[in-house]
């Protein structure tokens, strides 16, 4: 059996054990963040000039013709960073893939539990595989469920002439929907371990297995998340309080908000050592959140797997 604080507490040890780990797969996102950001640089470029030239034009807003230039210079640049997010999202992976391994076999340590091989690589197939299959299903739900809130969203307004009834029905159909994709993401969160314990893919034992226990693990969930939140929100702090520092003593008016975006786009778009600080931050901050939702789903899935099937099984 499993509860909110043996996964909780699960997550945490695995951290409290391994600090020297956790820190290296801070560092290797840090690394890879700063490759993205690289990659990242030349958008924050062509966003700080365009807002340069709507500053220049007082106000007036920029032809399709003024915008061409912009348009080809991002589309440039979206191959190269198409491929950077593809190579963040496979390191990404690796290092989940290390959580597991330090729960679920802490004898194949090796170097901060990292490797690249068949695990690893199932992992990253898993991984596109269900977020594929989640956004497919998404657009699917989404597609019915937005005709039928428009059409009783039409009668509403006929009826009453008040978009208040419309408005509200479109707000709960929104948090139906994320809520629908919460409950899989949760029910499905065991695949991971669970493929990495049987070195085969496994999708279906997850939701059953989590079958019965969805409040157990969203409240185990939840509460990394909260902690998480409470880290994020101070550290984002630090990052955009020059932004409303600059509103705070300009003004909000509409002249003094493009020059605030305009001066943080070319902050960001600059390398420098508070960049850099913020980037490692950021990316330590996130090395943290992979280790605790890694250990917080091994866990339960070392709970909730009998002892004799969680014995590695030969390679298939």
Known sequence: MTSVGSIVGGAFRLVRQNPLSVLIWGL?????????????????????????????????????????????????????????????????????????????????????????????????????????????????AMIPLMIIVGIVFAITVAATGSPLVGILLIAIAYFVLMGATIYAEVRLSLAFPLTFLRRNFVIGEAWRLTRGRFWTLFGAYFVIWLFLMVLMVIFFGLAVGPFFSELAQNGTTPEAIQLAVQHHMERFARIDAINVAFALGGALLSGLGIALFGGAVATAARDLVPDDESAPAPLV
Do not use: H, N, W
Request: glycine letters at 8%; proline letters at 5%.
């Open 28 to 140: 290797l996102y840090a690394a890879a963040l700063a490759g993205l950001m690289f990659a990242m640089r030349p958008f924050f470029l062509v966003y700080a000039d365009m807002f340069s030239q709507f500053a220049a034009g007082a106000g007036k807003p920029p032809t399709p013709q003024d915008l061409q230039p912009y348009m080809a210079r991002l589309q440039s640049a979206g191959g190269i960073l198409f491929l950077a997010e593809l190579a963040v999202f496979a390191l990404i992976m690796m290092i989940f893939t290390a959580t597991q391994r330090a729960v679920l076999r802490p004898a194949e340590r090796g170097f901060a539990y990292l490797r690249f091989g068949e695990d690893e690589l199932r992992q990253i197939g898993l991984g596109v595989f269900l977020s594929v299959c989640l956004s497919i299903a998404m657009v699917l």
